[in-house]
C-alpha cells in the first residue's frame, strides 16, 4: 500500500496521478461554496456513475463476444487493505505512542520546559497569526496537497540544488543560534577550534 501511494506521489503513473490529484484540488476548492456533505455526496455520485458505466459497457462487450469478460476493476477488488492482528496492534502502539509524544512536546512548550524552544514556539505561532489573516485552513490544505505531488518529483529532479541550499541555511541558522548562546553566557569571542585552544596572554 505505502509503494502504491510512493507511486502516485512520484508520477509512476501519470494518467493515475492526474486524475488522483485532480480529483483532491477539484474536492477541496468546492468546499469553498459547498459543504463538505455535498461535496462527498456528489463525488460518490459521480465516481458510482461512471464505475457502473463501464461495468455495464465491458458486461456487453463480453455477451457481444467482443470482449473476454475480465471485471474492469479487477486490480481494485484484489487489493488487499486488511490488517492482521499482530500489523493492527503495531500500528495502534504507534499511533499510541505518537500521540503521547506529541502532547509530551506540547506539554513541555506550552509550560516552559525549555525557554529557548518555547521562545521559539512562541514566534512561531505569532507568524501562524499572520497566515491566518492570509488564509484558511483549507486553503493550506489545498496549496499542502498540491505540495505533496510537486515537491518531492521537484526534490528527486534537483537533490544536489536543493541540499545545498538548505545546507547554507542550517549554516546561517547554526551561526544564529552560535551567537544567542555566546550572548547568553555573556557575550566574547568564539572558542577556538583548534586542540588546545588559544590561552590568554598574562601581564
Known sequence: MASKVMDLIYWKDTERTGMVLTGLVVGLLSLFQLSIIT???TLSLAIMCFTISVRIYYQLLY???????VHPFKSY??????????QADHYMQKAIVLVLSTVDRFKRLFFVGNLFDSLKFLFLLYLI?????LCNGLTLLI????????LPLFYRQRQEQVDG????????????KDFLKRLAQGGGPPPDPTPGG???KTQ
Open 129 to 133: 497569526t499572520f497566515l491566518g489573516d
Open 143 to 150: 496549496i499542502g496537497v498540491i505540495a505533496v505531488f510537486s
Open 77 to 86: 477488488l484484489d487489493l488487499d487493505i486488511s490488517l492482521s492482528g499482530e
Open 165 to 176: 541550499f538548505f545546507a547554507k541555511i542550517q549554516a546561517h541558522v547554526d551561526n544564529f
Open 39 to 41: 461535496v462527498v455526496s
Open 63 to 69: 455477451i457481444l463476444n467482443w470482449g473476454d469478460g
Open 198 to 200: 588559544a590561552k590568554p
